[in-house]
């Protein structure tokens, strides 16, 4: 979808992010991406199709310094608390807002000393 490419190309834009942010599950590398959760709804629907969206989205970053892991996903976070405007380049959404669902957490433990934090975002666009 157009909306999570828009999304991640403006937390991309962050001065000193450590990695880049991109769509899909960890790696077996250092890593931070973002990818859909359960809990989404459509708010309103209209006869045009054109439907009120609220999608629910989670950011997870693994790394083995797990004090960057954190700033780094707080950072995000305060960056997503900002973010007022994000243009669709296939004028398929129009951004409503977004807000943080859960601020960062620490996640499972894993393998290979890997620290992995977690947050969780939910967005509200119209979709055509």
Not at 39 to 54: M, S
Request: hydrophobic share 40%.
């Amino acid at each position: 979808m157009d909306f999570i490419d828009r999304l991640c190309e403006a937390i991309n834009t962050i001065p000193d992010l450590p990695l880049p942010i991109r769509k899909g599950y960890l790696s077996e590398e250092e890593s931070l991406v973002i990818y859909p959760i359960p809990g989404g709804q459509v708010g309103r629907r209209y006869y045009d199709g054109t439907k009120e969206e609220q999608l629910n989205y989670e950011l997870m970053m693994q790394a083995n310094d797990g004090n960057a892991v954190e700033l780094t996903l707080w950072q995000i976070s305060d960056f997503i608390e900002r973010l007022d405007h994000l243009e669709s380049q296939t004028d398929s959404f129009q951004f409503n807002n977004i807000t943080i669902a859960s601020k960062p957490f620490l996640g499972p433990a894993q393998e290979q000393d890997w620290f992995v934090f977690l947050l969780q975002i939910q967005a509200t666009i119209t979709t055509y």
